[in-house]
């Protein structure tokens, strides 16, 4: 069916992740860098020339646009829902992205870092690859994938549509968000603009896969308040905040409950930034697991870790503040089974075998979904992703543009008359 289109998805990959979007945690704005808007503007103007409605776009950064439905059926309102953001941990300033049209299994030297090396031992899913075009970044930056791979993916899925107007589909809604790479993609989303019944964000990562499942989520934030005075008259007085801060890192377990001993299932309590001196200094982490209820367990032991450092610094003082994050999303996917089904369907009559598993993170679909949308997860290909390793297939792309092509039509076959 879509075997002889001539896809635009590389095309339009290859300008996006050219253009800088990199998010800020520690920035109060919406969007958190106005940069940002910049994907936003191009995406506004191209989603009008290809004809949409109801396109726009707001200060905030978000993008939705809407392919109106060509059936009489009532079918439910889909949204595809991608971030235009990249993450903060890897520059994403002066990405040039290369395009290896006949990968052949050799490693990859980047050229803007020798000593930045893409090594089929590393990344096994090369080996899926070989004979077939990938796309890497040149070793001075990430590559942008997570998730231009899936703003592209929906733009050139709404392009095919626009031009064939014989595939038979309910309303389509399209949002691209800011920030989510910060946690805070959905905070200034219109739910009412938007108008979708159910959703699927394009954020995952190999061919095949389906996601119903992610961690739910807290940041936990510790305050260390200690006493300060001249280092040269500080005896018996200096209570240093910077060395409690230390002595509590030192305690986190080593052999488990860390990112780096941990896969599948397991959650884990991990620090992310120290900010401080000596009088004052704040530790942050991130908890995660996909039972929300072990979330509390493993603030428990972070707290009792700060409790036994404390205890040897009398003079000193400490807030311990939980902030919830973001909750699994199959919580909610479980009351709408469809979305997963009709997934399932999409992709096998695409050729593919579904593959389930749950993320070791979290998408916009988590707060969508326990805001009233509920969202499953499409992958795109992308792969080692928030680094200089980062890569793409472009046949991954290409099958995920089939899939929704595909999904549209299962949605709308299945509606009643």
């Known amino acids: 069916m879509i075997d002889s289109y001539q896809h635009t998805v590389t095309e339009r990959f290859l300008r996006y992740v050219q253009i800088d979007t990199q998010s800020d945690p520690s920035s109060d704005s919406s969007p958190s860098t106005a940069k940002q808007k910049n994907l936003s503007q191009l995406l506004y103007q191209e989603l009008l020339t290809m004809g949409l409605l109801d396109v726009y776009t707001d200060d905030y950064g978000y993008v939705y646009a809407t392919i109106p439905a060509n059936t009489d059926k009532q079918v439910p309102v889909i949204c595809f829902c991608s971030h235009v953001d990249t993450a903060p941990d890897c520059s994403g300033t ?105 959703a699927y964000t394009l954020d995952g990562g190999a061919c095949g896969t389906l996601e119903d499942e992610t961690f739910s989520a807290d940041g936990v934030s510790i305050t260390i308040e200690g006493v300060s005075a001249h280092p040269g008259y500080a005896k018996g007085k200096l209570v240093n905040a910077l060395k409690i801060a230390g002595y509590i890192l030192a305690a986190l377990p080593r052999t488990t409950l860390s990112p780096e001993t941990t896969s599948g299932r397991q959650g884990f309590i991990h620090p992310v930034q120290v900010q ?108 080692a992703i928030h680094s200089k390793h980062e890569w793409i297939g472009v046949s991954d792309m290409e099958k995920a543009v089939e899939v929704l092509v595909k999904l549209v039509q299962v949605w709308e076959a299945v509606t009643e008359d």
């Open 276 to 383: 401080g001196i000596a009088e004052k200094t704040v530790l942050e982490f991130i908890i995660r697991d996909f039972e929300t209820s072990r979330l509390a367990a493993h603030e428990t032991t972070l707290r009792g870790i700060v409790d036994q450092v404390m205890a040897g610094y009398p003079g000193a003082t400490y807030q311990f503040t939980v902030k919830e994050q973001y909750r699994n999303m199959r919580e909610v996917l479980d009351q709408h089974p469809n979305i997963i089904a009709h997934a399932m369907t999409a992709y096998e009559q695409c050729g593919l075998t579904v593959v389930k598993e749950p993320i070791r993170g979290g998408t916009d679909g988590n707060r969508l979904s326990f805001m009233g949308l509920p969202c499953a997860n499409i992958f795109t290909g992308m792969q």
């Open 94 to 198: 002066g990405v040039k992205p290369i395009l290896h049209n006949h990968y052949l299994g050799e490693d990859i030297v980047l050229p803007d870092d020798a000593s930045q090396v893409i090594r089929l031992a590393d990344y096994p899913y090369l080996q899926q690859h070989i004979g077939k075009a990938i796309i890497t970044a040149s070793g001075a930056t990430l590559l942008g994938a997570d998730d231009k791979s899936g703003v592209a993916i929906i733009m050139d899925m709404a392009h095919y549509l626009v031009r064939h107007p014989e595939i038979s589909h309910g309303t389509i809604r399209l949002l691209f968000t800011p920030d989510e790479e910060v946690g805070r993609g959905t905070d200034k989303v219109d739910l009412g603009r938007l108008g979708a019944a159910v």
